[in-house]
């Protein structure tokens, strides 16, 4: 809303909640199948919550329009049809990660082209203890079969995934951090590969992650309560994935609200304050390699989290779950969002998943149907395409495509922070005091 | 495996690594020359690279194969072509990518969030266009000629194409040491890589120098990329990732920014890969298998960033406020 500091901003309270009465109205009695038009009612409604927390209105039907789509109405779809249910668990995983990595790169300035390492970390942590995977290599006493650890377990596996991710965060940063960033850029990128090399790998001489084949069976907490709910109409697969989504969105709160906290407290300013010039900060008494290092540990311990809960969602995780791309990805949703921006990495993660989950597999589909009609564009039959070429692949593309255009065109991004879309979107010629444009 | 046995691999080991050496040497030079002038890590040189290669391959496929020209000469045609090619790519790819930010002073994670964004652009785009026809991993054409050998003894047997490889790659770093050094372009390059306002008030045209730059390195690359595809014999769309962080590591190991230990730095990273590629299985009876060595070079980037950031060659730098 761009208004001067005279006129009151709009208050738009009415019209939004008119627009969420409809939203729901539509997708629950006309649309209601998994469609094409039916995810466009689905995703109207979803931009709803968008809607509601960018634009001036009472806090008391914001909040409502929040509980009520939140709570009541997505899971009543998602029960209908999981399938809707899926696609906001990805998401909200995904939306977790890009806070994390907007901590480390929004916030702190600090580029790290291997995040998913950390999801990794995370999630083979309880992809090991939650399946048979441990017994491999560890056997206690006699019992030879003490694992998998009971699926209620996960959660206290999940505290455990905290310090192990973060621990792993503070390793990687320790050498690179006293260092300037591009060094951090390249050593997170070959981190990246490390990873997934030693997932890999480490099947022999000791069998700990069981290498290319991946691990299979791993428990799924409060499975219990999902069998105990289930009933001939809703079977436990469908509360299981309304657990998932409740624990999802749990994270993901705690994730807000940690980062704005952070954001707004000592290291919050300090992180800024790096980001902003790294040398007038040491001048100003900011421990440069310890506030960094916070930065990444914080970051870490997101991802390691949410890698556990991806983990038990998937009951299957191998090398091949936590390849560059995700890590890029993860980066293009921030990008996308905008650099510094909470609300800009929830929103970078729904454009970037639904891209990825549904507009990218439609083409593909869509491709696949006119192939075997044999149509043709200007006189080249498309009946002739290889049959290697899938959109659907072409991941790298778009996301490379996002990060240039967005750094080249709107670097604030598209939901931006205030401070930084301010400090972004100088316009050339105009003194920038802070350029680090300093030749060594 | 026993003593002698393992030290009858040793010629032969040492001669690989000399030739992988060398071809990191010349990507790293790429890296080093760009971060020089402008202190920014270019992470689309590994895509530069894989272009060249990719554009060596076809023209030997499409273009000279079935002529009955000598191999040497179409080798050379290729390299001649890929160095077109991926200079060319890396000239637009500064004018598009970066220079842009460079003239709006943009922060410094700008910059380097585009070149990522241009490496993953050329990994698709390549890919894209050669699915359209058909398979897009590319064999490098079969040459009898350069699996030919001199035996220099029993256990020292060099294939032609390691040596073509070395005249190669030698007359890279030879040429660009006389250019840099000898010719008045060097020298304006230097200068533009030590004071840029100075040297646009001495009347050197910045930009210009900074697009030579780019041109320079990416010939390079784009050479080292065909000479990759002949020693491993094929190449795909996202074969540059891994050559690009090792050729990175290289050229931190000598001193980024410098040239000669760009090249120190290649040929000693190459050595030491080969080395514990062959003997690190050995020694530990298959338990560190040879999929570890893409992780080694990791491994000695870290150690040189804890133990001597500057390199091997350069010298500490202290930032000035």
Known sequence: MMTSELDRPRDWTWWVVAYVIAAIVIKVQVFSGTGLLDTFAFLALLASLFLASSVAMAPWARAAIFVVLLMAVIPYIGLRN?????????????????????????????????FVAFFAVGAYTWAIFGSAQANQFLSIGATASFFPLPPDFFFVILMLTVIIAATAGVLLGLPVLRLRGDYLA???????????????NLDKPVNITNGPRGITGIGQPLSSVAKALGTSLIPPFKWQALIYYALVLAVIGLAIFFTRRLDNSKIGRAWVAIREDEVAAQAMGVPLVRTK????????????????????????????????NQSIGVLAMVVLGGLGSVRGAIVGAAIVTILNLQVLKALSTWLNGLRADGVEILGYSLANLPAQFEPSKYERLIFGLILIAMMLYRPQGLVPEKRRAHELARKAGEINISAGAKKL | MNFSEGLQLLPITLTDGLVLGLLYAVIALGYTMVYGVLGLINFAHAEIFMVGGIVGIEVLTFGTAGTGMHPALQLLLAVTAAMLISGALAVVTERIAYRPLRLRNAPRLVPLITACGVSLFLQDFVRFIESLFGNFIRPFPDFEFFYRSVELSDSVIVPYKSIAIVLVGVAMLIGL???????????????????????????????RMIALTFLVGGALGGVAGVLYGLQFGKLDPFSGFIPGIKAFTAAVLG???????AMLGGIVLGVLEVLAGTYLPILTDNAVGTEYKDIFAFGILILILIFRPSGLLGRATVEKV
Not at chain 1, 186 to 195: A, C, D, H, P, W
């Open chain 1, 82 to 114: 999981t399938f809707y249910l899926d696609v906001v668990t990805q998401v909200g995983i995904f939306a977790a990660l890009a806070l994390g990595l907007n901590i480390v790169v929004g916030f702190a300035g600090l580029l790290d082209l291997g």
């Open chain 1, 293 to 324: 290092l916070i930065a990444f540990a914080t970051g870490a311990s997101f991802a390691g989290v949410m890698g556990a809960l991806f983990a038990s969602k998937q009951t299957f995780i191998s090398p091949e779950s936590f390849d560059f």
């Open chain 1, 186 to 200: 390249i050593v997170t990128l070959g981190f990246g590969e490390v990873i997934r090399v030693l997932a890999n």
């Open chain 2, 177 to 207: 040491t006389y250019l840099v050094n000898y010719t008045r372009l060097g020298r304006a390059v230097r200068a533009v890589a030590q004071d840029q306002k100075a040297s646009a008030l001495m009347g050197i045209d910045v930009n």
């Open chain 2, 255 to 261: 001193g980024i920014g410098n040239i000669p230990g």
